[in-house]
């Protein structure tokens, strides 16, 4: 997401990087770029005019010309823009107040209202709540039978009694079947149009009127750009809202909606859906998309991933395998697969600092994965945990794996020294954090050097921690478009 758009500002970022000072000409210049760069992006033109003044006071003013590394200071005050422009301050959805607690959703129709249900739901499950879904879309074709399948496939309860009929009565109804099954929240999704309309906006209110919502979410596609602004405000001035999700971020969003509509409405964005899977969704956090934006990477929303993704088992057995100097097949296998349930590859990558412009020219494809999953298990036991016999004298196995796996020689060469890579980084990695020549035994010991090897990476010290996180490394899936 946002990838043109960070290119085009990388670009005119470029203008000032290495200058020992900044003259008004050089400001100008870049602020033009920066102004198209907006623009191109769909970002709501008076949007853009009060981003670059702004922009400028700070950028001609005594504190830039006169810093020492000025390129820095315009990248510091670029990055602020984005953030003030996208909401400031994160803010979190305030459930507080008496039970059930009721969320109304309202939007346009194909903006991802009823997915974006689904995803809350869960979300808020995992948060230790009880959510209910009600179907009051009553007029769009199959939205009732969609939302129970969501309500499914995310495990929590769903009302929806009917498939046509009085949607206001329905919400009525739902607070009362909350509190006899349980469930503190209450999730209405609401009938959307094709565009802004009287009905839709009547019977909106009254679902607010029948349920007096704790929170109000206005749902809106990201990639609908400049016209955010128009519907975001034709909601806010008729219906009123509380807060944004903003849905399809995965997608060929060029930022337009993101940047446009916390700035005209008023109103925070709360949540971002940035895939088609239940999990993928997120609090939203404008200085996180910012730091994406810019190809800072976005460290702290990649742990929280990690950490909601895999037990803290996994991860120390994770750590432990790869410093233990005895890294196999099954090992490589096992993290790939890790990888794979925190989302798409490409998503995942372009979080780690400086990626954002090193993916730039790579096709991230996720069936790569696969294909490397299949010419693993198409190994035998003793070659997934022996790797040197597929390389010393191993023609004819890596001919058969080939043909088990339905991929090419070349494809499993590649593979064993994509492999022989990553295996050498591992020692590299041990012997830094001085404990290859321990050989750790015990589980004990080798948490011990896995917490090691931590620290270092944290400071800097070794390959994969700030501020040298970057590069490709070979990994499979990724394949230069050049």
Do not use: W
Not at 262 to 291: C, Q, Y
Not at 447 to 468: D, E, N, T, V, W
Request: aromatic share 4%; proline share 4%; charged share 30%.
């Amino acid at each position: 997401m946002f990838e043109s758009l960070g290119q085009r500002l990388d670009e005119a970022l470029s203008r000032v990087r290495g200058r020992g000072r900044l003259d008004e000409a050089t400001v100008d210049a870049t602020l033009r770029e920066i102004r198209l760069a907006l623009l191109e992006a769909d970002v709501n033109f008076k949007v853009v005019r009060g981003f670059v003044n702004r922009l400028r006071d700070v950028l001609v003013g005594e504190e830039v010309s006169k810093a020492l590394n000025p390129s820095q200071q315009v990248v510091k005050a670029v990055h602020a823009e984005l953030v003030r422009a996208l909401g400031g301050e994160s803010e979190a959805l305030d459930l507080s107040g008496p039970k059930p607690s009721v969320i109304m959703l309202a939007g346009l129709q194909g903006s991802g209202k009823t997915t974006a249900a689904g995803k809350l739901a869960q979300q808020l499950k995992k948060k230790g709540r009880t959510p209910m879904l009600v179907a009051c879309d009553l007029q769009r074709p199959a939205a009732v039978q969609q939302l129970r399948v969501n309500a499914e496939k995310v495990g929590v309860h769903v009302y929806a009694p009917v498939e046509s009929g009085d949607p206001v009565a329905v919400a009525r109804e739902s607070l009362d079947k909350a509190r006899q099954t349980g469930c503190d929240v209450v999730i209405v999704d609401t009938a959307g149009r094709l565009h802004v309309d009287g009905e839709m906006m009547d019977q909106a209110r009254e679902i607010r009127a029948a349920v007096d919502p704790t929170a109000t979410l206005f749902v809106i596609d990201a990639m609908i750009g400049q016209e955010a602004v128009n519907v975001g405000k034709a909601f806010l001035d008729d219906v009123g809202f509380d807060g944004v999700i903003l849905t399809k971020l995965d997608g060929d969003a060029r930022g337009g909606a993101a940047l446009s509509v916390r700035e005209v409405t008023g109103r925070p964005i709360l949540f971002a859906s940035v895939g088609e899977k239940m999990e993928d969704f997120e609090a939203f956090h404008p200085d996180r998309l910012a730091d994406r934006i810019l190809g800072m990477g976005d460290m702290m929303t990649l742990i929280e991933k990690a950490e909601e993704t895999f037990t803290q088992e996994e991860t120390a057995k994770a750590e432990e395998t790869l410093l233990s100097g005895d890294f196999t097949f099954e090992d490589f296998l096992s993290q790939m697969q890790m990888v794979k349930r925190m989302g798409p590859l490409k998503g995942v990558l372009g979080m780690l600092p400086g990626m954002g412009q090193a993916l730039k020219d790579v096709d991230v494809d996720d069936k790569q994965l696969a294909h490397v999953e299949a010419m693993i298990t198409s190994m035998t036991i003793e070659e997934r945990r022996d790797p040197k016999l597929l390389t010393k004298g191993g023609a004819r196995r890596r001919r058969r794996i080939a043909a088990g796996s339905g991929r090419t020689v070349q494809e499993v060469n590649r593979l064993l020294k994509q492999f022989d890579q990553a295996r050498k980084m591992m020692k590299s990695v041990s012997k830094m954090a001085g404990t290859d020549s321990m050989k750790p035994k015990g589980r004990k010991a080798q948490a011990a050097q896995a917490q090691a090897a931590r620290k270092m990476m944290k400071s800097g010290q070794l390959p994969g921690g700030p501020p040298g996180a970057g590069g490709l490394g070979g990994f499979p899936g990724l394949q230069s478009k050049k």
